[in-house]
């Protein structure tokens, strides 16, 4: 289903009736879809009308009824629901029983289906609307998809819980996001939203003297964007930390310091942890390590993956993010990657942040992804993806020639690479499995 109001209301009606609503991504393919449903075997399935043709067998196949839902409010399922007679009591429903199960962006490797119970979203919307002060005299400027966390959860029950507004926007364009600030009082967005409106004359004080808070998350914002957005327009966005199975676990504070590059404190009833990976015992402050999470917003496990569940449940009720990260004296927590990201080059761990952040300083840099790639003689060799300016662009030899100023000789790159963009998917997360796999014969 395309984005709509009706959408919402279909997991709403799902809540109230106790199903489990299950979203995926407008972009998936037929054959994506065959998986989903294979994996979920949902009772209704609910498409886009231009899409039921394509569906029809699948469905039959199935054993699931199938109905349209268009951008308009249109489609078979809203003539079904007009000729029902508006009384309805709600199922009763525990804080422990699912209401959703949302599939993770795949970034990793494939997407797993998150449980997610009706505690879970409550819990984390309560935690949200008094972190970030949401009354319903807000207005949400929402240009994000509503099949993931972000747009679905962490955006919308908040608003809905404050009594809030919301601007429904099919896609993010910074020209509309711009003229409609003046109705608006916050927005929530990927970091690209805001490089985009950076790249945007029309990003002033003035034009976003109605805005209260600007809201980052589901990639990293980097330091720079965070500088140069609050020179621009007086405002500190507020970044915060979040993923599908755990929905928002941290946050920058309302009032207080928000510190670019990093994602804040543990939000109300969130126990955040970081872990040595070798062998999973407490760190001290300050150290790298994993980040594992506690709390009612954790969710119940992956949808028919026991094993991968239990993987990342410690017996104390932590769950095993996967990023990796560290907490300061203050108790910021900053993430410094994914650990799946993180290079092991002839037996040293390399950090790809470390090495970003300094490259990203470069002069005529626009951003960098360093990634490790298989390597005959150190297992992985460290490799620098650059986005270099249009103008004057530094060349392979400059940009290794600075870092070797910079950092050990373990850490630098064997190779830096330019390209006019990073991979990125819709959640604007930089897809390095993607980046490995492209530049997986660079080393022979
Ligand atoms: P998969 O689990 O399928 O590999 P994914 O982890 O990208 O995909 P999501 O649940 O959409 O799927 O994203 C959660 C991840 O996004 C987090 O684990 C973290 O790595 C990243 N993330 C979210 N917010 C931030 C942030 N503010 N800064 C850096 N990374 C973030
Ligand atoms: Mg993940």
């Given at each position: 289903m395309e984005k709509s109001p009706e959408v919402i209301a279909l997991f709403l009606a799902c809540a109230r009736a106790g199903a489990i609503f299950l979203p995926l991504n407008t972009a998936y393919t037929l054959a994506e879809i065959e998986y989903f449903v294979d994996d979920a075997e949902p009772k209704l399935i609910v498409v886009a009308p231009q899409r039921i043709s394509q569906l029809v067998d699948l469905a039959v196949h199935k054993g699931a009824m199938l109905l349209s839902l268009g951008v308009a409010g249109d489609g078979t399922l809203m003539e079904a629901?007009?000729?029902?007679?508006?009384?309805?009591?709600?199922?009763?429903?525990?804080?422990?029983?699912?209401?959703?199960?949302?599939?993770?962006?795949?970034?990793?490797?494939?997407?797993?289906?998150?449980?997610?119970?009706?505690?879970?979203?409550?819990?984390?919307?309560?935690?949200?609307?008094?972190?970030?002060?949401?009354?319903?005299?807000?207005?949400?400027?929402?240009?994000?998809?509503?099949?993931?966390?972000?747009?679905?959860?962490?955006?919308?029950?908040?608003?809905?819980?404050?009594?809030?507004?919301?601007?429904?926007?099919?896609?993010?364009?910074?020209?509309?996001?711009?003229?409609?600030?003046?109705?608006?009082?916050?927005?929530?967005?990927?970091?690209?939203?805001?490089?985009?409106?950076?790249?945007?004359?029309?990003?002033?004080?003035?034009?976003?003297?109605?805005?209260?808070?600007?809201?980052?998350?589901?990639?990293?914002?980097?330091?720079?964007?965070?500088?140069?957005?609050?020179?621009?327009?007086?405002?500190?966005?507020?970044?915060?930390?979040?993923?599908?199975?755990?929905?928002?676990?941290?946050?920058?504070?309302?009032?207080?310091?928000?510190?670019?590059?990093?994602?804040?404190?543990?939000?109300?009833?969130?126990?955040?942890?970081?872990?040595?990976?070798?062998?999973?015992?407490?760190?001290?402050?300050?150290?790298?390590?994993?980040?594992?999470?506690?709390?009612?917003?954790?969710?119940?496990g992956y949808w028919r993956m026991p094993e991968k569940t239990a993987e990342e449940m410690r017996a104390d009720g932590f769950f095993i993010t996967g990023d990796l990260g560290r907490i300061d004296d203050n108790g910021y927590v900053s993430i410094v990657g994914r650990g799946k990201d993180l290079i092991i080059t002839g037996g040293f761990n390399v950090y790809p942040k470390e090495i970003e952040t300094e490259i990203d300083l470069i002069e005529g840099v626009v951003e960098s992804a360093v990634i490790g790639i298989p390597h005959r003689d150190f297992g992985e060799g460290v490799t620098a993806i650059v986005v270099a300016s249009n103008g004057t662009p530094p060349t392979e030899a400059a940009i290794l020639a600075h870092l070797q100023s910079r950092l050990a000789k373990f850490k630098l790159p064997k190779r830096v690479l330019f390209v006019d963009d990073l991979p990125r998917n819709a959640m604007g997360k930089v897809q390095k499995a993607l980046m490995r796999q492209t530049y997986s014969d660079l080393y022979g």
């Open positions: 629901a007009n000729q029902q007679n508006g009384a309805f009591r709600d199922v009763s429903l525990g804080w422990d029983d699912l209401v959703a199960i949302l599939y993770t962006s795949g970034t990793t490797g494939r997407s797993k289906g998150a449980m997610l119970t009706h505690g879970n979203l409550a819990s984390n919307a309560l935690a949200l609307v008094e972190t970030w002060h949401f009354t319903e005299a807000d207005t949400l400027l929402h240009a994000l998809p509503v099949y993931h966390t972000h747009g679905l959860f962490t955006a919308t029950n908040t608003l809905l819980l404050s009594g809030g507004t919301m601007l429904f926007r099919p896609k993010f364009d910074a020209e509309e996001a711009l003229r409609l600030m003046p109705q608006a009082t916050t927005m929530m967005g990927v970091p690209t939203f805001y490089t985009r409106l950076l790249q945007h004359p029309g990003l002033t004080r003035k034009a976003t003297t109605h805005m209260r808070l600007f809201i980052s998350g589901s990639a990293p914002l980097l330091a720079e964007t965070h500088a140069e957005f609050a020179a621009r327009t007086g405002h500190a966005i507020l970044e915060r930390y979040g993923m599908t199975e755990t929905n928002m676990n941290s946050s920058n504070p309302y009032d207080g310091p928000r510190i670019a590059g990093t994602v804040g404190k543990p939000l109300p009833d969130v126990d955040i942890r970081i872990t040595d990976p070798a062998n999973s015992s407490p760190l001290p402050v300050g150290e790298i390590g994993m980040i594992e999470i506690r709390g009612p917003n954790v969710f119940k």
